[in-house]
């Protein structure tokens, strides 16, 4: 079974500028993560969709981030304007659900944001 | 406030040195605790699940347990394959969804 998928892997931006990430979550899962995580932090939900509605997203900074998962199916999650402290990993994840018995949280590799 | 905190932060150990890593959390209406192992560059990859106080989790060296209050995972005679970050999450029910918080991880070196 396929996992996860993320691209970029890497992007180095100049601050204010743009970037977006693409996510293809495991096939049949309703429930899709966006994570940011901080060298030497744990990560962060970002938002969460449950099929192509967004469950949470209390945490994004939305002056500057925004999400997308028009099918219900892959995602992307863009910045603009990029700053300096905006630089991490980001992690998508999915899940079959949100929650219940047996429910686990798969992540992807990542994509690795340096804002210069 | 809901909180999980990991220690220690940092563990050198040598290769057959046993230990234990501990998560203590602060969280009301617990629905699961998540083991995760998080190689660098890459995404954290799944060990185990615990929901209730007193279930053990097996895999290879590593043993999981829980407690009202905190869990441990236990790594018996580990070898340098086994360094990496160590993540532990809460899942609880909040407003009529699931969420998931994470810990800060411990770093764990084996040296041969």
């Known amino acids: 079974e396929a996992g996860v998928a993320q691209s970029p892997r890497y992007k180095i931006i100049e601050k204010r500028q743009s970037v977006a990430f693409w996510c293809n979550p495991i096939?049949?899962?309703?429930?899709l993560y966006w994570y940011q995580q901080i060298l030497g932090q744990g990560p962060k939900l970002l938002i969460q969709?449950?099929?192509?509605?967004?469950?949470?997203d209390s945490q994004l900074p939305k002056d500057r981030f925004s999400a997308e998962r028009l099918k219900g199916v892959d995602s992307t999650l863009k910045i603009q304007p990029a700053k300096l402290e905006d630089s991490a990993v980001y992690l998508c994840?999915?899940?079959?659900?949100?929650?219940?018995?047996?429910?686990?949280?798969?992540f992807g590799e990542g994509s690795w944001l340096t804002v210069v | 406030e809901d909180q999980v905190t990991q220690s220690p932060e940092a563990l050198r150990l040598q290769e057959g040195e046993s230990s234990s890593l501990n998560c203590s959390y602060t969280?009301?209406?617990?629905?699961?605790l998540f083991w995760y192992r998080q190689d660098p560059g890459k995404g954290p990859e799944f060990l185990f699940t615990?929901?209730?106080a007193g279930e053990e989790k097996e895999k290879e060296r590593l043993k999981a347990t829980l407690t009202k209050k905190e869990s441990f995972l236990h790594i018996t005679a580990p070898k340098p394959e086994d360094s990496a970050t160590y993540l532990c999450?809460?899942?609880?029910?909040?407003?009529?969804?699931?969420?998931?918080?994470f810990g800060t991880g411990t770093r764990l070196k084996v040296l041969a």
């Open positions: 969280v009301s209406g617990l629905r699961g």
């Open positions: 999450a809460v899942r609880r029910v909040a407003s009529g969804t699931y969420k998931y918080i």
């Open positions: 969709f449950q099929n192509n509605g967004v469950v949470d």
């Open positions: 096939s049949g899962h309703a429930t």
């Open positions: 615990l929901y209730s």
């Open positions: 994840a999915s899940s079959y659900r949100t929650g219940g018995s047996g429910n686990t949280i798969y």
